[in-house]
């Protein structure tokens, strides 16, 4: 008998890597629930597979997304819906609040359900500026003040109130830079790519000190498919994110080397908040589930320009 899983945000960049994961497994049936105001569904599985099924609804309207869980009786849930992206979140913060809503929907859908587990996108936005680095999930203080990451943070309150108070078991993910061909170009990677293969500027807000690590998808799907299959880090928090640091100004030269590309890097005024300085995981626990070497930043950037469904969306 297969087992359903929900997928909220699965239309995302992240979250459809997710569900092409979760598919290839015949005994799991996956339901993507996603209102596409940052995704796109041509990121998802096409139409004819037979253990997947996209419904076009918003999880922040309650009377949406209880008709599809009562519909479904769902196993697992993975909540990956959010609006998402540094600008986007701070030209529209009542949205980015709104998602509390969508949190708890999820949560009191799920608390008396068939549901066996919830997982839950969280992000590295929730330490703010780093007080120490690497950032530990247990001793790095969760102290930023953007409306996205104070979401986040009171996400994973909600997950962990869940189980304490109705015994839902709960996964937290706090996601560092995921990259990869299906990221749109809102963000740093795929923008610096895009700009590059098209031999126009690339622009950086600020000075581009600030240092980042980078996450290619299929690392990222990979060490959260294992989590889900092999039950692990049950009730707890685990950094997903490649721990190489590098700095937007590097990232960007290294991409115009790699593409041969004719562009020059333009400097921007620097956004007036959320634009952290420095972000790094202690990414412990996720090699040691993973065992294996992750994605570099090289590998992952050839990847997508190899990428055929990526060169299209951006219209080459």
């Known amino acids: 008998m297969q087992q359903k899983i929900l997928v909220t945000g699965g239309a995302g960049n992240v979250g459809s890597a997710l569900v092409h994961k979760l598919i290839s497994n015949p005994e799991n049936f996956v339901v993507v629930v996603d209102n596409l105001s940052t995704g796109n569904s041509s990121k998802l599985p096409n139409s004819v597979t037979t253990n997947f099924k996209f419904i076009n609804a918003d999880v922040n309207n309650y009377n949406d997304i209880s008709t599809i869980m009562h519909s479904f009786n769902f196993d697992y849930v993975f909540h990956y819906a959010a609006v998402v992206g540094v600008k986007r979140t701070q030209e529209n913060p009542m949205s980015v609040l709104k998602d509390i809503e969508g949190i708890q929907n999820i949560l009191n859908l799920s608390k008396n359900s068939s549901v066996k587990h919830a997982y839950f996108a969280s992000s590295s936005e929730v330490y703010g500026e780093p007080v120490e680095l690497p950032q530990n999930e247990y001793q790095t203080p969760l102290n930023s003040r953007v409306p996205y990451a104070v979401v986040k943070n009171v996400g994973e309150c909600f997950f962990r109130s869940y189980q304490q108070a109705f015994n839902l078991p709960y996964t937290i993910f706090r996601f560092f830079n995921t990259y990869g061909p299906n990221q749109s170009t809102d963000f740093v990677v795929a923008k610096f790519l895009a700009q590059a293969l098209k031999n126009q500027d690339i622009t950086i807000y600020g000075d581009g000190s600030q240092t980042r690590t980078f996450t290619y998808v299929d690392d990222n799907v990979e060490v959260c498919y294992k989590i889900f299959t092999d039950k692990l880090v049950m009730n707890d928090v685990i950094n997903i994110g490649n721990d190489e640091l590098m700095s937007v100004k590097d990232l960007a030269e290294l991409i115009i ?23 790094q995981p202690d990414n412990k626990k996720m090699k040691e589930i993973l065992n294996k070497k992750l994605v570099s930043i090289e590998e992952g950037i050839v990847k997508m320009m190899q990428d055929r469904q990526f060169l299209t969306s951006i219209g080459l």
């Open 257 to 279: 080397s790699l593409t041969k590309s004719k562009s020059k890097i333009i400097y921007l005024p620097p956004l007036k908040e959320g634009d952290m300085t420095r972000r």
